[in-house]
């Protein structure tokens, strides 16, 4: 608290100083520190409240850091409430998240109050900072007061669809908090979750699977569309989500997929008959009569996840450990044994879960394990329930073969000082002796030597062992029963006693010396005994009455009258049970007959089994797991189907805007090396662009030209395609089935291939398919494509590209240099809000211009995407390139340095108004809605006279569309033509209507909200129709 | 999925509660002080406690218990993850990780529990990511702050969440631009009385030190990388590289981080053969005993070097937890100091260096409770050694490249052994 003391001295109250320093002295015993604290609580926390509510912002913070203080203590700062939500919407980012703190501690018990702070959290959520947006909708959906749920509805509704992922992230968490607050919601925030899924970023992947597990679980059905995405982001997510995930997908295989354990023999066998029988099978439909074919998406998930066993976090290598482990064909499960011997190295309580699943699984499969036993040799400075697993674990590897080394290393462990580890041991070599037959004898001579050790717990544990071995194999062992009646007299241990006893009346003729000496002798201690001890005193008196009568009959009788009187009810009844069974009397003589067969029955050897045995039962990994009894909110795995239910339903349609790729790449087309030579995109989209805008030949014909002619090309298919367009555009309309044939032919052809070639891209650079998907749908297309219909701003390829170029650089300027741009009017690739440039550099010198690049640029704050540096042009070479500029909506020239090695020229860009504008399609009807908000100061309008060869609709489109980048509306009526389009920088909406009106005059009207644009635009427009 | 999370330290008091979602009574720890009354050892309690209403989880650093309380299934080790992932942080940042430097900085404290959760489900965990969200305490820093009213708290999303190498910030500066990279291989092993290797393997880490301007792309490969068996890597290592290349390629972490962590193969594929792959650099001569009815013992233990490749063994430290019959021990080392301690019966010997000429010892005699019988075992001595500037599997860094940054790192690799669980049975 060094923080505190500093501060806190410099305001001087003496007071306050000795406090600070009574709060920060650790204090010795809690229910004291409570009684003295308790009267200085009072006056603290009115200081407190003093601080709080004073204007120093220094104050308020030091203050809320005393209280969050208290909160850590866990004492209670309730009071405090009303002075600290006043703080609520402070500005000092630090006293705000404080204040956050106290809000989710205390807003339940404070309801009315924390009411206060809602309206500061509705605004913090249109906050234009991700991280306030994020933070206030954290706080609002954790204060967990009922009132708000409807607030809290409408904000995660609204995250959900937030731009910033890690908005939506948060929004996924509160979807969990607001389940748990108001369970109603439930189909509400299904929706949202359903929404959420389909999301594509790793960060919100963990965050949504999580609110699904919690709050439905059962509705597998949402994940079907989702699987492959999850299966493919997996590698990517975050490591905490990356848990989440695969044990919700674990759970999903389970569900959908059929057992890939199906055993060699049977499947061989039903793989015949299916040969033979085949239409037989098909009608008695058997789900086996298939030789099994794993799902591909089965597969997918196997192998998607075998990479992040390598993962540095223990719970996600356990999660795909646990994974393989439930789904994975048998043969494939021992991959996963390696990296969980490795997290045997991570801290103790990862050892102890570690060992935990891995005793279950031994169980099942000793050989994935086997030849890592070493790893499960004890330590001495192991914690003891870390010995325990780990004993389990090697007493289920031990085998034949092994059997030599475990029990020499069991020999040390016997010895142990830690004696419950050693009593362990005694268990685990009497495990190892009943299952390996081989080693029964040396385990048994090994326990009767351990019998004469010193420590009781070990020989108890001995004896229990012994016993368990001998009923076993009874019939070679009187020898050893002997010498355990011998060490009786020693034995102190209850248990041990009893096993003994019980096991000289079991075998009462193997030992016919003995055993009735022991009788008397416990006669003689009967009465100081534990009761576990007298009721088996009491089983061997019967047995050897019954076997022995005469010599151990008043023996008997004394041991009975003796349990007739003990203060145990079990031996006084055992006692009255015996004396009926097996001494004869006239009542009970039907059954005194048959006391030698009931008490002498011949019992079953107990099994000596392991505490994992069944304790797969629940999935590994979990918490069930680990404490063995279901776990509240425990999802059961469910068993394999025995009929995998449909796959198609996990197939996803292919999205619309994937389908338009396919138009840019005719299938004669071959991009792919292009793109693999690493081709910057720049370079290549004009073309792709193009030829998308142009009709099917000219298509062809583009394609065929390389890469490298591009240019040219380029401005080849401009001119054909803005000379063809009226042409296409009605002959289209009118065959629109052929057409829709026409495109979708080669899509389906060019499926897998394209989609093999644009994997990389749409991982690599979002913007592009943004870019791309803008460009793709020109104004032709648009009675056909479904993308056009849905308004608004849908931008469409470019009408008309004029070749006018301008000069940037003069070759006699530019000591050799010149460089021309132009205006492609595309969509730019780099931002949808700047202008693309075209720049074509030539080098008229006559030796080679090295790094040619942008330099300095003014305005400073002119966001300009700068073309990658051309190392070298070489004497009479050109190059073209492009850039991209926001001009943020004004004719104001863009003004840079174009720089070589050696020089540096100022040069500028000054764009018309009509190059600021991308096209848009809409409908007319849209166009009028559109318009109808535009008007008054957004509206300006003109009357020109024009020439009469301009009064066809071809031409006016024609000069318009010269003048400014827009888009052909479809009009219903001749004399009224409609264009529109929208600024690149703001994507304010702009549209032109040009009335034909009687004797050649025409009415021009311009709506946009950017007036200034707007009359700029008229003057162009009056002007180019004028001369037209 | 995490509800609450308290702090006990080793007497027993809960020094630090937080909740993240609805409050839970510290009465929950009762449990938890039950299991761990009926515990011998702090070691002992079970890191997973079931009860009526909660599931108690809870790891043990630093002699403090960090106990969370989750209301429903989630896989155990997540939790456990979690946990010791928030002791690393405080480690991070306040240096140490007591009772004394949580209660100082319960600020700071509170503020990045409130970060790295949300509703009991991770948000984040990057120290990157972190350290942009909160800036650590520096005294320096606290003195700036009290003076111009700044904060330690950022205002911004830190970069990382959002990017695809969220283990980076951007726009790290470094006037001297370094890259070190330690690999460190611990030797765990069990010898057993007549000192033959029971067991033993080799663990390495490779741990960097990175202060590199930018973006840079490194690239580590390795002589031998046949040598490693079995690795995890850090978020940041490119797995497809090293699936197909056996190459390291990765955009590192800002600072110090983990980078690989390994294990040697030798003798796995061989279990019943003898461990006798891996070189045991140190060997032990002991003589123990015992005699029945005196109250006497003697101790003789003599350490010396076996195969080290010709470096020398230092820093090595004995320890041993003696039998609880002996009271007390009157020993006599060649060099170093030892200390036995008469109640934990903890014996320790801090040798120092291993002279080869003059090899240390440790002699004497041992009292007896007089009339306990002898115990039955004899101690385990846990040894403790550094060997520096050479991994003990052969492991070598063939070279580092650095890829998309322009100007030229400094690079260093130092090698390190050192013994990690290494036990003589006697």
């Not at chain 1, 009605?730 to 897998?752: E, H, I, N």
Request: hydrophobic content about 40%; some cysteine.
């Amino acid at each position: 608290m060094s923080t505190n003391n500093l501060s806190y001295n410099d305001q001087g109250g003496t007071d306050s100083a000795v406090e600070v320093g009574q709060e920060t002295t650790p204090t010795s015993s809690n229910a004291g520190a409570g009684f003295g604290l308790f009267s200085v609580d009072f006056k603290k926390n009115d200081d407190l409240k003093e601080m709080l509510e004073s204007n120093k912002e220094s104050l308020k913070l030091e203050a809320m850091k005393r209280v969050v203080g208290l909160i850590a203590k866990g004492k209670n700062a309730s009071e405090l409430f009303p002075a600290v939500v006043k703080n609520v919407a402070s500005k000092n980012i630090e006293l705000k998240k404080l204040v956050y703190v106290y809000l989710v501690r205390y807003a339940e018990e404070q309801q009315d109050l924390a009411l206060l702070s809602i309206s500061t959290f509705q605004r913090a959520l249109k906050d234009p900072n991700q991280l306030i947006r994020a933070s206030a909708l954290r706080v609002l959906s954790s204060i967990r007061v009922p009132i708000i749920v409807p607030i809290m509805m409408l904000a995660i509704k609204e995250a959900a669809s937030d731009m910033s992922p890690y908005v939506r992230k948060t929004s996924a968490h509160a979807i969990q908090k607001l389940y748990s607050l108001d369970q109603d919601q439930k189909d509400l925030l299904i929706e949202v979750i359903e929404k959420l899924l389909k999301d594509k970023s790793t960060l919100v992947a963990g965050s949504v699977v999580m609110a699904f597990e919690e709050v439905c679980p059962d509705r597998i059905d949402l994940i079907h569309k989702n699987y492959r995405k999850l299966c493919n982001l997996l590698v990517d997510v975050e490591e905490w989500g990356q848990v989440v995930i695969i044990s919700m997908l674990t759970r999903y295989a389970r569900t959908q997929f059929t057992s890939p354990w199906k055993e060699d023999g049977v499947f061989d066998e039903h793989s015949e008959r299916a040969f033979y029988e085949s239409d037989e099978e098909k009608t008695r439909n058997e789900p086996e009569a298939k030789p099994y074919m794993m799902d591909p998406d089965h597969r997918l998930l196997l192998r998607n996840t075998k990479p992040l066993l390598q993962s540095r976090n223990t719970a996600v290598v356990m999660s795909v450990a646990q994974l393989y482990w439930h789904l994975a064909p048998k043969n494939e499960v021992s991959i996963v044994t390696k990296s969980l011997v490795r997290l045997l190295r991570s801290h103790r309580e990862v050892q102890y879960i570690v060992l935990q699943n891995i005793a279950s699984m031994s169980i099942q499969r000793k050989g994935m394990f086997e030849p890592y036993m070493k790893s499960f040799y004890v330590r001495s400075t192991d914690a003891t329930h870390i010995k325990s697993l780990k004993l389990e674990i090697l007493t289920s590897l031990a085998n034949e073969a092994n059997i030599s080394t475990v029990l020499r290393e069991f020999q040390t462990y016997v010895k142990s000082q830690d004696k419950e580890f050693a009593a362990g041991t005694i268990q685990a070599i009497g495990r190892c002796a009943t299952n390996i037959s081989e080693v029964t004898d040396t385990c048994l001579n090994g326990l009767v030597l351990l019998l004469s050790n010193r420590d009781e717990t070990v020989v108890a544990e001995s004896v229990v062992v012994i016993r368990k071995l001998l009923q076993t194999q009874p019939t070679q062992h009187s020898d050893i029963i002997k010498h355990m009646a011998k060490l009786f007299d020693n034995i102190t241990v209850p248990m041990a006693r009893a096993s003994i006893l019980w096991l000289m009346g079991e075998y009462c003729e193997r030992v016919p010396k003995i055993a009735p000496d022991v009788l008397r002798k416990m006669a003689k201690s009967f009465t100081s005994e534990e009761d576990i001890v007298k009721l088996q005193t009491v089983n061997l008196a019967a047995k050897l009455y019954l076997t022995n009568s005469k010599q151990t009959k008043l023996l008997t009788q004394y041991i009975l009258n003796l349990g007739k009187y003990d203060q145990n009810y079990d031996i006084r009844d055992r006692t009255r049970f015996i004396r009926q069974l097996i001494v004869p009397n006239d009542k009970n003589g039907a059954l005194s007959k048959y006391a030698h067969r009931i008490l002498l029955a011949p019992k079953p050897a107990p099994l000596l089994e392991s505490a994992y045995k069944d304790r797969d039962r629940y999935q590994l990994g979990t918490l069930s797991h680990t404490i063995n009894t279901k776990a509240s909110g425990y999802l059961e795995l469910s068993d394999w189907p025995a009929v995998a239910p449909d796959q198609s339903v996990r197939n996803v349609e292919v999205i619309e805007p994937v389908k338009i790729h396919h138009f840019i790449f005719p299938s004669t087309a071959h991009p792919t090396p292009a793109l693999h030579q690493g081709w910057s995109w720049s370079t290549l989209s004009p073309k792709l662009q193009i030829n998308f805008a142009t009709d099917a030949e000219s298509r062809v014909e583009n394609s065929s030209q390389s890469s490298e002619e591009s240019d040219e090309s380029s401005s080849q298919s401009e001119k054909s395609s803005s000379e063809s367009e009226s042409d296409s555009e009605k002959k289209k309309r009118k065959t629109k089935t052929p057409l829709q044939k026409k495109t979708v032919k080669p899509t389906a052809k060019d499926g897998p291939y394209l989609s093999k070639c644009y994997q990389p891209t749409f991982c690599s650079s979002d913007l592009f398919i943004f870019s791309l998907i803008l460009s793709v749908c020109p104004p032709v297309y648009s009675a056909l494509s479904p993308l056009s219909l849905s308004f608004p701003l849908q931008v469409s390829g470019p009408a008309f590209v004029p070749e006018k170029s301008h000069d940037l650089l003069h070759r006699m300027t530019g000591k050799g240099l010149s460089a021309q741009y132009q205006f492609p009017r595309q969509p730019c690739l780099y931002q949808p809000t700047m202008v693309s440039v075209q720049i074509s550099l030539t080098n008229t010198s006559d030796h080679p211009l090295e790094q040619i690049h942008i330099g300095d640029r003014s305005p400073t704050g002119l966001n300009i995407h700068c073309f990658n540096t051309v190392e070298c042009l070489e004497p009479e070479a050109s190059v073209t390139v492009f850039m991209g500029i926001d001009f943020n909506d004004s004719t104001q020239a863009a003004n840079f340095q174009l720089c070589t090695k050696e020089d540096h020229f100022s040069v500028s860009i000054q764009p018309a108004v009509g190059d600021l504008f991308l096209p848009i399609t809409m409908t007319e009807l849209d166009f009028r809605k559109e318009q109808g908000k535009l008007l008054g100061m957004n509206e300006s309008s003109a009357t020109i006279t024009m020439a009469a060869e301009n009064m066809t609709s071809q031409p006016i489109s024609r000069p318009v569309a010269t003048v400014a980048n827009l888009g052909v509306v479809p009009s219903g009526q001749d004399d009224i033509h409609r264009f529109a389009g929208k600024t690149a920088s703001s994507g304010a909406v702009v549209l032109v209507t040009v009335e034909l009106r009687e004797s050649s005059t025409a009415l021009i009207t311009i709506n946009t909200e950017k007036s200034v644009m707007g009359s700029m635009l008229l003057r162009d427009l009056k002007q180019a129709l004028a001369q037209a | 999925m995490i509800h609450s999370l308290f702090l006990v330290n080793s007497s027993g008091d809960i020094f630090l509660e937080k909740h993240w979602k609805s409050v839970v009574s510290r009465s929950v720890c009762d449990y938890f002080f039950e299991a761990q009354e009926r515990a011998s050892e702090p070691e002992n309690v079970p890191p997973v406690i079931p009860t009526p209403h909660h599931y108690l989880i809870s790891v043990l650093r630093h002699r403090i218990y960090f106990v969370a309380v989750i209301q429903s299934e989630v896989p155990p080790l997540f939790v456990i993850e979690f946990l010791h992932r928030v002791v690393d942080t405080f480690q991070d940042y306040f240096g140490v990780c007591t009772e004394a430097a949580i209660k100082d900085n319960v600020v700071v404290v509170y503020e990045l529990l409130e970060e790295m959760l949300d509703n009991g489900f991770p948000l984040a965990t990057e120290s990157n990511i972190l350290k942009e969200l909160i800036k650590p305490p520096t005294i320096l820093r606290t003195v700036v702050n009290t003076i111009t009213g700044s904060t330690n708290v950022g205002e911004q999303l830190p970069t990382g969440q959002l990017s695809v190498v969220p283990w980076r910030r951007t726009g790290v500066k470094y006037t001297n631009n370094e890259a070190y990279f330690d690999v460190v291989e611990e030797i765990d092993a069990i010898i057993d009385k007549s000192g033959s290797t029971i067991t033993a393997e080799i663990q390495g880490v490779i741990d960097a030190c990175v202060k590199l301007t930018g973006m840079p792309d490194l690239t580590l490969s390795f002589m031998n990388p046949r040598l490693l068996d079995d690795v995890s890597f850090h978020p940041c290592v490119r797995f497809k590289r090293w699936e197909a290349e056996r190459i390291l390629s990765f955009i590192p972490p800002d600072g110090n981080f983990r980078l690989l962590s390994y294990h040697v193969s030798s003798q796995n594929l061989h279990p019943l053969r003898s461990a006798s792959l891996v070189a045991i650099p140190v060997y032990v001569k002991h003589n123990i005993t015992f005699r029945e009815g005196s109250s006497q013992g003697r101790f003789e233990l003599t350490l010396g070097p076996k195969q080290t490749m010709g470096k020398g063994v230092e820093a090595v430290l004995v320890s041993s937890q003696l039998p609880r019959g002996v009271l007390n021990t009157n020993l006599n080392p060649t060099q170093g100091t030892y200390t036995f301690d008469p109640v934990t019966k903890l014996l320790s010997w801090d040798v120092g260096k291993i002279n080869p000429q003059k090899l240390p010892s440790l002699k004497g005699s041992m009292s007896l409770q007089a009339g306990a019988s002898k115990p039955d075992e004899n101690p385990t001595i846990n040894i403790q050694f550094k060997i520096q500037q050479s991994a003990l599997s052969g492991l070598k860094v063939n070279r580092l490249d650095m890829y998309g940054e322009k100007y030229k790192p400094f690079k260093g690799i130092k090698y390190m052994t050192k013994a990690g669980k290494f036990q003589v049975r006697t």
